[in-house]
C-alpha cells in the first residue's frame, strides 16, 4: 500500500509546474531552453495570486458588500456590472441596495474585479462570442433587490 505524499510536497510539485508552464508560455520561442530551472531544495516562496485568484476574491468582497440587498422599494434598486467578457463590457449584472450598501465601494471592487478577469482573458487568450449583456436593471421584490425579468418576445429570457 502507497504512502499518501505530504501536502506541502504535492504543493511544492505543482507550483513547480505551474511556474515552469507560466515561464514556457511567456517566453519567446527558443528562449525557453536557456532559462535557468529554480533549484528543487529552494523552498517555495509564495507567488503572487494570479488575476482569476484576485478577481474570486474581489467577487467575494462584492457579495459581502451587496449583503441581503434589502429594500423597501423599488428607487433603492441598483444594477452592478461585474466582470468582464472577452471582446469587453461587463460579464453580468448583480442587484443591490442603496439602502444597505455603498455604491462607490461596489463601484470601485467592480471595476478592480472586471480589469483583473481583463489580465486573465487577456493572458489566457479567452475568446467569446463578443454578445453585449444589457443592464437587465432592478427591482424591489418580496423586500429584496432583484434583477428584472428581460423578455424576448413574450418569453422570459432570465
Known sequence: MKTPAP???LRLCIAAALIAAGTACS???GNAATAAP?????PAAPAPAAPAQRAASLGERITAEIGDAACDNASQCRTLPVGS???GGPAGF???SAKRSNGELLARLAADQAAEEKKQNEKSGMMSTCSVEQDPG???TAGK?????RSLGGVDAR
Open 38 to 42: 529554480a533549484p528543487a531544495s529552494a
Open 85 to 87: 467578457k472577452p471582446c
Open 138 to 140: 432592478a427591482t424591489c
Open 94 to 96: 448583480l442587484p443591490w
Open 7 to 9: 501536502t506541502s510536497f
Open 145 to 149: 433587490c432583484v434583477l428584472q425579468a
Open 27 to 29: 517566453e519567446p520561442s
